[in-house]
């Protein structure tokens, strides 16, 4: 057996949908490397929403650079030789969502219903009980996406119970009404959505899941000091900027809410992690602590990740919002020329879809709104009407295509292409260790001044440490050291 081979390691990755693949790997492989490997079995062509966790008592995201040999130390060296036959288990990576976002049209078909996959399991340990209308809603649209219409009574002498209260609501709504209140009400939410396409079921879900601020969020709890066992604050990261929690008997209280624009600057020195609001005085400044420096490095990889993606997708999401807006006063224009419901005439099933008389549950009028938009689409009502607007979206975007036929332009096409820098990993060793976040590029603005100061941390003997430089058109970080400062400044 060669020497390659005999440290040849298997990776199991677990898939949103509870699927696994096993990827063999060697001890140079990357992160990034077993990445492509799994779009590659999926036959998905982008997973940019996507990221890898390996599980610390919290599932950390990889820095997609590194070697995985700096995730499995302790594995990797014990498996050899007999040590190897022994292992009664591969190597554990899992597949999951590193950024949420509303608009399922910046997905790829394929990876969007691994997406959809992710964020059901997050529905349904969602604790939101003040918005119980919002389950049976997204229950619907479940139904509907899994199972497709649902079937006429006429079929049944009696009712039949067709799926698991448990698979579509979370434990505690089961336990307050019960599993024969869900089984009754369930297929009336159900029934409304009659006709709903599977795309767009699954859109509608997206969507309205982020009605639930616990749902498109991701969460690392961190500590108040330093001598606190288990940490009660909680650091919660979104597309849009970040939150803080505190957890009082196992509630979270939400205590700040930071969008993008308002945070300064983030610190970390080794344990230490301080968030300076924009605007206001050092003094005001947050201070927590991660509990290692390897949990602040990974840290700070996805928060400025996550600052990068909110900004190079706001054009798209613009160009989209343009294309909906477009199309709905196209509709409402013929609609005040066309009389579609005659007097005496019966209404179709797509409106009948739209009561919620019946679910016992009561909705509010704005999600109803986007139900009633979303489900009266005919396939050709998707698509675009005039080409050209597809790509003109990847003229507003760098790194974004348009991946369809010419016959059909539909949004679900607006794909991202792997961009320079790769979100969650750092650069190769040939680029300076740098990656430069989406700010207006200087070059499309010649107006801007540029101010090239720096903001030195530490003068040090030992390595240098992330460094922030902050300008009118970028921001760029280099990673360097482990127990020195960690800063990115917006």
């Known amino acids: 057996m060669s020497t390659s081979i005999k440290h040849e390691r298997t990776i199991c990755v677990l898939l949103p949908n509870k699927d696994q693949l096993d990827i063999t790997v060697g001890p140079k492989s990357t992160g990034q490397d077993v990445f492509n490997r799994v779009t590659e079995l999926l036959g998905v062509k982008e997973l940019h929403f996507f990221g890898l966790t390996v599980v610390r008592n919290e599932h950390i995201f990889l820095d997609m650079e590194e070697k995985l040999t700096k995730y499995f130390p302790k594995e990797w060296k014990s498996d050899s030789g007999k040590a190897?036959?022994?292992?009664?288990?591969?190597?554990?990576?899992?597949?999951?969502?590193?950024?949420?976002?509303?608009?399922?049209?910046?997905?790829?078909?394929?990876?969007?219903?691994?997406?959809?996959s992710d964020v059901r399991e997050r529905v349904l340990r969602s604790e939101c009980r003040q918005q119980e209308e919002v389950y049976f809603q997204l229950a619907g649209y479940a139904l509907q996406a899994d199972l497709g219409d649902h079937p006429p009574a006429r079929e049944y002498t009696e009712i039949t119970p067709y799926f698991e209260p448990k698979d579509y609501?979370?434990?505690?709504?089961?336990?307050?009404?019960?599993?024969?209140?869900?089984?009754?009400?369930?297929?009336?939410?159900?029934?409304?959505?009659?006709?709903?396409?599977?795309?767009?079921?699954?859109?509608?879900?997206?969507?309205?899941?982020?009605?639930?601020?616990?749902?498109?969020?991701?969460?690392?709890?961190?500590?108040?000091?330093?001598?606190?066992?288990?940490?009660?604050?909680?650091?919660?990261?979104?597309?849009?900027g970040m939150q803080v929690y505190q957890e009082v008997n196992n509630m979270r209280q939400l205590l700040y809410d930071f969008p993008w624009s308002n945070v300064g600057r983030l610190t970390f020195l080794g344990k230490k992690f301080e968030i300076q609001p924009d605007g206001l005085p050092s003094a005001r400044k947050l201070v927590y602590y991660t509990g290692s420096s390897f949990r602040s490095r990974?840290?700070?990889?996805?928060?400025?990740?996550?600052?990068?993606?909110?900004?190079?997708?706001?054009?798209?999401?613009?160009?989209?919002?343009?294309?909906?807006?477009?199309?709905?006063?196209?509709?409402?224009?013929?609609?005040?020329?066309?009389?579609?419901?005659?007097?005496?005439?019966?209404?179709?099933?797509?409106?009948?879809?739209?009561?919620?008389?019946?679910?016992?549950?009561?909705?509010?009028?704005?999600?109803?709104?986007?139900?009633t938009e979303m489900a009266s689409m005919d396939e050709e009502d998707v698509l675009v009407d005039d080409p050209d607007e597809m790509f003109q979206l990847a003229d507003l975007l760098e790194g974004v295509s348009v991946d369809c036929d010419r016959h059909s332009h539909s949004l679900d096409d607006v794909r991202l292409f792997p961009p320079t820098a790769p979100l969650g990993m750092t650069l190769p060793p040939d680029s300076s260790h740098s990656y430069t976040f989406g700010l207006p590029d200087i070059s499309t603005n010649p107006k801007t001044p540029v101010d090239h100061s720096y903001y030195p941390l530490l003068h040090c003997q030992a390595k240098p440490s992330f460094y922030g430089r902050r300008s009118t058109n970028s921001l760029s970080l280099d990673m360097l050291g482990d127990e020195q400062f960690l800063e990115f400044i917006l």
Do not use: M
């Not at 709903?196 to 079921?201: E, H, P, W």
């Not at 991701?218 to 330093?226: A, G, N, S, V």
């Open 169 to 240: 609501f979370p434990p505690w709504i089961v336990a307050k009404r019960g599993v024969d209140y869900l089984l009754c009400h369930g297929p009336k939410v159900h029934q409304e959505l009659w006709g709903l396409s599977t795309r767009d079921a699954i859109l509608l879900f997206i969507r309205e899941s982020c009605r639930l601020e616990d749902v498109p969020v991701l969460f690392y709890r961190l500590q108040k000091d330093k001598k606190e066992e288990r940490g009660t604050a909680l650091l919660g990261l979104t597309l849009r």
């Open 298 to 371: 990974h840290l700070l990889l996805h928060l400025s990740s996550s600052h990068r993606l909110y900004l190079s997708l706001q054009p798209a999401l613009k160009h989209l919002r343009q294309l909906e807006e477009k199309k709905r006063y196209r509709e409402s224009y013929i609609s005040d020329d066309l009389d579609l419901d005659p007097p005496g005439s019966e209404s179709s099933p797509g409106l009948s879809r739209h009561s919620t008389s019946s679910s016992g549950i009561e909705a509010d009028a704005r999600q109803h709104s986007i139900s």
């Open 84 to 116: 190897l036959q022994k292992r009664p288990l591969p190597l554990v990576l899992c597949l999951k969502v590193q950024y949420y976002i509303e608009n399922g049209r910046l997905l790829e078909r394929k990876s969007r219903h691994l997406y959809y």
